[in-house]
């Protein structure tokens, strides 16, 4: 999937969350040091970090694009390519492992019919694997954009995931 | 705003009342509290529709009396929703898994006719009131508020004794003497290293530069721990007090919690205690009139194991790729933006101020001979009372699992139990009676590490979890140094090739060959550990691993890899459907005849065994 990158498109940057991410570039003294929280703000605002994206940043601040891409690209957190609607992040942390990750991870694949890091045909969900977001003792755990779903077996995938059709 | 230690004082005797209430049930009030578990984990169990379900019935009974506090997580993760019910003259009472009806019950059968629910009581394996603890295994000074307090009002710590420990080291102790204390107390890093805290700081403090830096880890790696989340969550107050206190010992005036950004409710409780801490005088200029400065800010993770390490991580502090460095020089020398730098874990600062408020000698009791105090372990996977444990060092593992854990989950067989994530190893059954320590793990191959503590029962396979952590280490690896960059990927196609059946018959030799090689030439601690997954299993579990290599089978039967399949003639009716999902085509046969399985084809992927709906696909 990186490889692909200099072959994408180039996309427009809606000018309005550009001004919400100067203004907050801006508002930081050690912009430099800041480039973490800059790009958790910038992927916040427009849902992913594409090059271009970088390439602005990377100006804003004043210091070369292929230090932007070196961190984007170090980080699991950050995305260079566009998301669904949804994430749903399948919690791979070791307690949830043994209770059965890979069956709950194989039976969403099946359900919306994509593969892992793969975004579904309607853009409402993409598929992702997550380290352990701590919720172990709710093991085999699911996490929706921000929502934290526990026990989650080949049955109940379907009510979690319905819940977020057609709203 | 507090401008010294008598107006702590007047700020926590005003809250004595609510303080009497909490702990043992005492005070002669009408008051009556119900705390409902809010932590992440409480949340997703349903904790919010509970405190909103009691909140609308609260409020149409016209209960003028009772109050709602949302408390971080009591550990006992098992059992979520829960609530406990303080009515003053009774003991503490906890309910478990509380659904709407049971919240509905609590106010009408306990709250207003005194008749406890016994159906949804659920026993508490620690006693706030008994300080001993001897009866009850567990013993927490780290968690001792969790579960207890509201993390969003600073009040509620005060009356807990909270910045007492500040006040008395800003009005009455040196840093030196402070620095004394911690390294009397015998403290060790709990993020894993273990290395003496007090020493630590000493370090840093020695330093001549007047710029430094004070950074508490929060960049909580180990898949499947969860107990700094917990205290972030819980308790933040008591880490930063920990911190500001490590802060005045070492001559630092500025503060950096680095915390992962998977964690959007420990930071935003952070920021509310940050806030409240800021307004009481706490942090900022001048605190309590000592002439002392500091303040914290946080800087977010993006999801990097590596960062856990404390080079790494102040390179991501830096805003740059978190890739180790060589020490020496080490962060008290040379650290955040090359100034001398303390790097704590969030566990070890929680424990700072008990130890500046009972003394270094009540803390050095507890314990055994090398490690003192109490360590918090996520005690998760195959066992029943799945949850956040804290347990003084030297207890066994069999007293964590059996009597804190109530045993293996639908009563299985013990097989294993991890720790030290993927740095660290199994324990097989035979050294459950070890007590747990930093030396005693490590002479078992595995470590303490920041906690996580993964039981697994008979239906696991150990060549499986060893690729599950090199899967692990395999993508985490920062890429910087050889051994680990190449070694994990090369350790873990080895793995793979086994679960797979295509391991050459030497396999194991070539494991333990490169295991080691990895282990001593890796830069980092991330990088010399990663190979502790696969070596201890190989030491501890070698006959599993030889009937995967020899006999190609594998006794728990996960390793689908491993199984040959077959069509059962008589049942087969020719359904086609094992023919359209098998991703190599290795399966033939018309509409409604038998079909048959290609085996020198076949890459036993198992997609026909669990598309059929006649059971005619044999697994062996």
Known sequence: MEKDLLLMEPVTLPQDKLSLLDAYIRSLDDQEGMLIHILHRAQHLFGYLPPDLQLYIARSIGIPASKVYGVVSFYSYFTQVKRGQHTVSVCMGTACFVKGAEQVKEALKKELKVGMDETTVDELFTLKEIRCIGACGLAPAVMVDDKVYGHMNEENIRTVTSSYKGV | ?620
């Open chain 2, 1 to 620: 705003m507090i401008n010294n230690r008598s107006e702590l004082l007047e700020i926590r005797k005003n809250q004595n009342e609510m303080r009497q209430l909490r702990e043992i049930g005492g005070g002669k009030g009408n008051r009556i509290e119900l705390l409902v578990g809010m932590a992440t984990c409480g949340i997703a169990a349903g904790g919010k529709d509970i405190y909103d379900e009691l909140e609308t019935l609260i409020r149409d009974m016209d209960l003028n009396n009772v109050d709602l506090v949302k408390v971080g997580c009591i550990g006992s993760c098992y059992c979520e929703p829960t609530v406990q019910v303080n009515m003053p003259g009774h003991a503490p009472t906890y309910y478990g898994y509380v659904d709407r009806d049971a919240a509905g019950r609590i106010l009408h059968e306990h709250v207003l006719q005194g008749k406890i629910l016994k159906d949804k009581v659920v026993p508490m394996s620690f006693n706030r009131t008994d300080p001993a603890g001897a009866r009850k295994r567990q013993f927490r000074i780290a968690l001792r508020n969790c579960g207890n307090i509201d993390p969003e009002e600073i009040t509620e710590y005060i009356a807990f004794d909270g910045y007492e420990a500040l006040a008395k080291v800003l009005t009455e102790m040196t840093p030196l003497d402070v620095i004394h204390v911690l390294k009397e107390s015998g403290l060790r890093g709990r993020g894993g290293g273990g290395f003496p805290t007090g020493l630590k700081w000493q370090a840093t403090n020695q330093q001549k530069n007047p710029q430094k830096y004070m950074i508490c880890n929060a960049d909580e790696g180990d898949p499947g721990a969860y107990m700094d989340r917990s205290l972030l969550e819980g308790d933040p107050h008591s880490v930063l007090e920990g911190l500001i206190i490590g802060g005045y010992a070492t001559g630092a005036n500025q503060g950096i919690i680095y915390i992962r950004a998977e964690y959007p409710l420990a930071i935003a409780r952070l920021n509310t205690a940050l806030d409240q801490a800021r307004e009481y005088g706490f942090l900022g200029k001048n605190i309590l009139g000592s002439g002392f400065d500091f303040d914290i800010e946080i800087r977010l993770g993006a999801g990097a194991f590596v960062c856990g390490e404390e080079t790494a991580l102040i390179h991501s502090v830096e805003g740059k790729r978190g890739e180790p460095t060589k020490k020496p020089p080490y962060p008290s020398e040379e650290g955040y933006l090359h100034k001398p730098t303390t790097v704590n874990n969030v566990e070890t600062l929680a424990n700072v101020p008990e130890i500046i408020n009972k003394g270094a000698e009540w803390f050095a009791a507890i314990g055994t001979r090398n490690s003192k105090g109490t360590k918090v372990f996520a005690l998760v996977g195959k066992v029943k009372n799945v949850g956040l444990v804290e347990v003084p060092m030297g207890t066994t593992l069999r007293e964590i699992i059996y009597e804190i854990g109530g045993g293996i989950t639908d009563d299985k067989a013990f097989k294993a139990v991890q720790t030290g994530g993927p740095s660290g190893g199994v324990i097989s059954a035979e050294y459950l009676d070890t007590p747990i320590e930093y030396e005693s793990l490590r002479s078992l191959g595995t470590m303490m590490g920041s906690g996580g503590m993964i039981v697994m029962d008979e239906d696991n396979c150990m060549v499986d979890i060893a690729k599950f952590y090199l899967q692990f280490t395999m993508d985490e690896s920062c890429g910087k140094c050889t051994p680990c960059r190449i070694g994990t990927k090369r350790l873990y196609e080895l793995l793979d090739s086994i679960t797979k059946g295509t391991a050459s018959p030497n396999v194991l030799e070539q494991l333990d060959m490169l295991g080691n090689n990895i282990r001593n030439s890796a830069l980092c601690g991330l990088g010399q550990t990663a190979p502790n997954p696969v070596l201890s299993t190989m030491k501890y579990f070698e006959e599993e691993y030889r009937m995967h290599v020899e006999e190609k089978t594998c006794p728990t039967g996960v390793c689908k890899g491993l199984f040959r399949y077959s069509v059962i003639p008589e049942k087969c009716v020719g359904c086609t459907a094992c023919r359209r999902v098998c991703p190599v085509g290795c399966i033939s046969g018309h509409p409604k005849q038998v079909h048959s399985i290609d085996l020198n084809l076949c890459i036993s992927c198992g997609a026909c065994f669990d598309v059929c709906k006649f059971n005619a696909i044999k697994k062996a």
